[in-house]
């Protein structure tokens, strides 16, 4: 499927890729893990008919640089992303953030020194216990999941991909998802970034996200199995001041499993 990043951003530990469509006040989306900006194709373009809209891959994921020896915590992402936003010379845009875009954005805001205009997390790692499921296997058995027979990676990506959605993969989808962690290369990869990514990184702000004085809006899909909703509930604690709304008939990904509705409360006004 045809998805480009034309722009890069040079970091001591790589390239991070990137572009930029469309006109307006500026809104950055920032995707989790194990996707890429590739999980934005269809929400982007229909933010752009009134916004610029900024997306990029994690270093590590996607089209940007990915290697051995890469720093790929969230702390890192964290500040690998404030230097984007200074790159982009932005003044306070709206950042959207999912699954581990979450942890990102809201680590860049509280300890980064970044500045918002508005934010929208949706089934977003944010803080408690989170490190659970796969992720803590993954953290437990790093060296096991790396020899895994390359048929045996391949099928848990997938198994791991399909769980992440209530409604289905359309086709040609999952391919795509899978494409960067296939072959030995994408395996290194996929637990490479897997291993690095803790929840200590999010505790480290958890006490401050009652400060937080921008408009935040909080979107979570009622049949999120990767992120249930006990976690939009914990989050709408820290941050009473956040709108909560629920995207029924969804999981994980709002943006396979209900995308119109997804850029409709992205398209609201807070």
């Known amino acids: 499927m045809d998805w480009t990043l034309d722009e890069a951003f040079e970091t001591p530990d790589g390239a991070v890729r990137w572009a930029v469509m469309g006109r307006g006040d500026p809104v950055v989306l920032v995707h989790g893990t194990p996707y890429s900006s590739f999980l934005w ?31 790929l915590s969230l702390a890192a992402h964290a ?21 581990i875009g979450g942890a990102v954005a809201l680590r860049a805001l509280l300890l980064e020194g970044a500045d918002y205009g508005d934010l929208t997390l949706f089934d977003a790692v944010s803080g408690g216990r989170w490190e659970r499921g796969l992720f803590q296997l993954v953290l437990q058995q790093t060296e096991v999941f790396r020899q895994l027979p390359g048929y045996a990676h391949e099928a848990l990506v997938a198994a791991h991909l399909r769980h992440a959605t209530h409604a289905g993969l359309r086709p040609g989808v999952l391919d795509a998802f899978l494409e960067p962690w296939r ?21 480290g702000y958890e006490q401050l996200l009652g400060g937080i004085s921008v408009p935040v809006r909080l979107l979570w899909g009622r049949e999120d199995r990767i992120l249930p909703p006990e976690h939009a509930r914990w989050l709408h604690e820290k941050i009473p001041h956040a709108e909560l709304h629920w995207v029924e008939g969804a999981g994980h990904l ?4 209900a995308p119109a509705r997804l850029t409709a409360h992205l398209t609201a006004a807070f």
């Open 41 to 71: 194709r269809d929400v982007a373009p229909a933010l752009a008919l009134t916004r610029r809209v900024f997306v990029f891959d994690h270093l590590g994921f996607g089209r940007s640089d990915r290697h051995e020896g890469q720093d």
């Open 79 to 99: 500040r690998t992303f404030r230097r984007l936003l200074d790159h982009w010379d932005l003044s306070r845009p709206s950042v959207v953030a999912h699954d």
């Open 183 to 203: 072959g030995a290369e994408g395996q290194a990869a996929f637990y490479r970034q897997y291993s690095q990514i803790r929840q200590a990184d999010t505790a």
């Open 254 to 257: 709002l943006q396979e499993d």
